[in-house]
């Protein structure tokens, strides 16, 4: 699975003037052990909660992306070491997260890609408050459930549909 999103981008100008090819704000950091991911979005938001984050990586990912809108906290992590052992393990390619990230080399070594705004020490709390499979607003940026997300070391696209 080798890609580049400058070239989708340079071979798809036409698709970013309708806004079928969007390009997400250059806010994210790599913290997974892919530096390249590609998959369906399944979205999710939450609020300083990952309760819903561990029951969807809990679910086959199907080679999927996980988005998380996390309203851009940073005061604590969606994300840490034991969801990213989780996430390889039921085949999920990604996670993208407008929040934070915790045990971040934990996270180096899972076979899973990881972009999130920051790394953060503390965990989430646990209110079982969340809600899925809807439109979010990331980075500049809407996804929509099923959204192609293709991500690499130049950044992050969102397509209505597959590129490549």
Known sequence: MSFA???ICDANEDLITKGELRVCAPVFKAYGGLSQ?????????????????????????QGRVLVIDGG????CALVGGNLGVL???????GILVNGCVRDTL????SKVGIRALAAHPQKSVKRNV????????IAGTTVKPGDMIYAD????????????
């Open 153 to 164: 070391e130049d950044g992050v696209l969102v397509a209505d549909r597959p590129l490549i």
């Open 106 to 109: 934990e996270l180096a070594e």
């Open 87 to 93: 996430a390889e393990k039921n085949g999920w390619a």
């Open 37 to 61: 991911f590609k998959g369906a979005a399944v979205t999710l938001k939450v609020f300083e909660d990952n309760t819903w984050v561990r029951t969807l990586l809990d679910e086959p990912g």
């Open 130 to 137: 969340g809600e899925r499979d809807l439109v979010v607003d």
């Open 5 to 7: 999103t400058t070239d």
């Open 72 to 75: 851009g906290s940073m005061r």
